[in-house]
């Protein structure tokens, strides 16, 4: 019996094995692609060893418009649409966790829908409204679009990392003569670095994988971000050029690769409360 229970365990740990190895096959044989035809002077779809090694890929791409200029872009909505939506949700989030009211429940379910609602479905009326106020084909536009629609996420995440941040310790700061924003901006947020770093890589990785607001918002080529300018890899015809794709690609991702290295300390750290709350 103990046999037949040991090898029952055994199996099903090598089918979980197996299907892990399967998930991980599948996200390693998209980066093996990008990485393998970045270097490859006969790229195709096909995973599979260079023909040959060349830089030639990256040498074409590697220019002010193909990819400076549209990289440059992107940090300037992405960052600056990160910024305003961090700044935005600490200042939304701080009374929903602070103060108790009748609204808040029926408040967080609100934003909990809007999560929900696809960008296609507001693009049009938020277009309209863009060429009412004389905000499309502007930067600043794209960056308030930006940061309005993932700000409703945005205040759910901070909302519940501020609630781990115990109250006693805000109020030894008022006796003081502190004053919320005071308390908020000089403990709080320090306290819940986890949670700020949180919310700034998600907010920044979704704008920066955003295609289709800034491809309607922005009209002026100068203006487009990288997520939009790597459309122009797909010739006419069906004709890509995959080895210029995949270079563009490795660019591409190494500004969020950075962000992540920079904060992956304070996303493992936890809560730095230490000792100063004896209960």
Same mark, same amino acid.
């Given at each position: 019996m103990?046999?037949?229970?040991?090898?029952?365990?055994r199996?099903?740990?090598?089918?979980?094995?197996?299907?892990l190895l399967?998930?991980?096959?599948?996200f390693?044989?998209?980066?093996?692609?990008?990485l393998?035809?970045?270097?490859?002077?006969h790229?195709n779809?096909?995973v599979?060893?260079?023909?040959?090694?060349?830089?030639?890929?990256?040498?074409?791409?590697?220019?002010s418009d193909?990819?400076?200029?549209?990289?440059?872009?992107?940090?300037?909505?992405c960052?600056?649409?990160?910024?305003l939506t961090?700044?935005c949700?600490a200042l939304?989030?701080?009374?929903?966790s602070?103060?108790?009211?009748?609204?808040?429940?029926?408040?967080l379910l609100t934003?909990?829908f809007?999560t929900s609602?696809p960008?296609?479905a507001?693009?049009v009326?938020?277009?309209?409204?863009f060429v009412?106020?004389?905000?499309?084909?502007?930067?600043?536009g794209?960056?308030?679009f930006?940061?309005?629609s993932?700000?409703?996420f945005a205040i759910?995440?901070m909302?519940?990392?501020?609630?781990?941040v115990?109250?006693?310790?805000?109020e030894?700061?008022w006796?003081?003569g502190a004053s919320s924003?005071?308390?908020?901006v000089?403990? #709080?947020l320090p306290?819940m670095?986890?949670?700020v770093?949180?919310?700034t #890589?998600?907010?920044f990785?979704?704008m920066?994988?955003?295609f289709? #607001?800034?491809?309607?918002?922005?009209l002026?080529p100068?203006?487009?971000?990288?997520?939009?300018?790597?459309?122009e890899?797909?010739?006419?015809?069906g004709m890509?050029?995959?080895?210029q794709l995949?270079a563009?690609s490795?660019?591409?991702s190494?500004?969020?690769?950075?962000?992540?290295?920079?904060?992956?300390?304070?996303?493992?750290?936890g809560f730095?409360l230490?000792?100063?709350v004896?209960?």
């Open positions: 103990a046999r037949t229970l040991a090898s029952r365990r199996s099903h740990r090598l089918a979980a094995d197996a299907g399967a998930v991980a096959a599948a390693a044989l998209p980066l093996a692609w990008v393998l035809s970045s270097v490859d002077p790229a779809l096909q599979k060893a260079p023909d040959g090694l060349t830089w030639s890929n990256f040498d074409a791409i590697l220019t193909i990819t400076f200029t549209p990289l440059l872009n992107s940090l300037i909505l960052g600056g649409a990160t910024l961090v700044v949700a939304a989030a701080y009374p929903l602070r103060f108790r009211s009748r609204l808040n429940r029926p408040f934003i909990l809007a609602l960008i296609t507001i693009m009326p938020v277009y309209a409204l009412q106020v004389n905000l499309i084909d502007t930067m600043q794209t960056i308030l930006f940061a309005a993932q700000l409703p759910w995440l909302k519940n990392f501020m609630d781990g115990p109250r006693e310790l805000e030894a700061a006796t003081d924003l005071q308390s908020l000089r403990i #709080v306290l670095g986890p949670g770093a949180v919310v #890589v998600f907010s990785v979704v920066w994988g955003n289709f #607001v800034p491809f309607m918002l922005l002026t100068d203006q487009m971000p990288a997520s939009v300018s790597i459309n890899f797909f010739g006419n015809r890509v050029a995959y080895g995949a563009f490795i660019v591409y190494t500004p969020v690769i950075l962000l992540y290295v920079l904060i992956a300390r304070r996303l493992g750290g730095a230490g000792g100063a004896k209960g």
